[in-house]
């Protein structure tokens, strides 16, 4: 009864993981929202492996995002010029 310790909430954790997962498969500028909540849930005292992995699976979302930019603006667009011919081509059989 004399333990007053509250567990510290959640929620910014699980919401990181979430948004980390996105990142990585679909959506990359969620990964810049799960580093932000992730961080947040971590100096609110949150020490779940929740928070540390939408944290991680953020900076590989943001980092590989950033590696397409890159890529993309290196080919000057070619790989999206790629997929628009053979998008073209698949119309044209049909």
Sequence with gaps: MGDNYV??????????LVLGILGLLCCAPCGIVAIVLAKQAQNA??????????????????VL????????LATGGAMLSGITESAGFVAGLL
């Design 7 to 16: 567990q510290p909430e959640d929620g910014k954790a699980t919401a990181s």
């Design 65 to 72: 995002w950033a590696i397409g930019i890159i890529i993309n």
């Design 45 to 62: 005292g949150n020490t779940s492996g929740k928070a540390k992995a939408g944290f991680i699976l953020g900076i590989i979302a943001v």
